[in-house]
């Protein structure tokens, strides 16, 4: 069964950066498109960012220019480098398929919190 471990969250001050990282196992990594996505408080998840197995990426309008997803099939890690932090991108983030989870069997990680204040 799939398992996602992500961690890299953490408090930054807004224009800050920082880069989130998911480590998959239980999969053949490589094969699979993966994404990242967020939940704030009181709100439904929402995608973030994509990539495929091949290395195409897409992003929600909301954080185009300032996130970019990348992965490294040696390590079986998906990474979200975010630059530019804004107080609305305070959220719980989660990576997994670019399904929205529908591939995995909806098998969701703990998340890391990420918080934009100053």
């Known amino acids: 069964q799939v398992q996602l471990v992500e961690s890299g969250g953490g408090l930054v001050q807004p224009g800050g950066s920082l880069r989130l990282s998911c480590a998959a196992s239980?999969?053949?990594?490589?094969?699979?498109?993966m994404g990242w996505y967020r939940q704030a408080p009181g709100k439904q998840r929402e995608l973030v960012a994509t990539?495929?197995?091949?290395?195409?990426?897409n992003y929600a309008d909301s954080v185009k220019g300032r996130f970019t997803i990348s992965r490294d099939n040696a390590k079986n890690t998906v990474y979200l480098q975010m630059n530019s932090l804004k107080p609305e991108d305070t959220a719980v983030y989660y990576c997994?398929?670019?399904?929205?989870?529908?591939?995995?069997?909806?098998?969701w990680g703990q998340g890391t919190q990420v918080t934009v204040s100053s």
């Open positions: 990539i495929t197995s091949g290395g195409n990426t």
């Open positions: 997994n398929d670019r399904r929205g989870g529908t591939i995995f069997g909806d098998v």
């Open positions: 239980g999969i053949i990594f490589s094969i699979y498109g």
